[in-house]
């Protein structure tokens, strides 16, 4: 899992965004809310929203 600074398009953006929040959910209901892989995809899909908030 590498955050990249800068993405080809506001769409491949957007698309990772999803890609990762629906694999924070079935983490999730996988493991719980708490557990370090939940946690990990969550702070993951903070940076995504970040970046993508920056350049738009």
């Known amino acids: 899992m590498v955050i990249y600074d800068t ?3 506001p769409r491949v953006l957007k698309s990772e ?3 990762s929040r629906k694999l924070m959910i079935r983490k999730g209901m ?3 809310l708490t557990h370090h892989k939940t ?3 969550s702070k993951r899909l903070d940076k995504l929203i970040n970046i993508y908030q920056k350049e738009n």
């Open 7 to 9: 993405y080809s398009s």
């Open 39 to 41: 946690i990990q995809e």
């Open 17 to 19: 965004i999803e890609r």
């Open 30 to 32: 996988k493991y719980g």
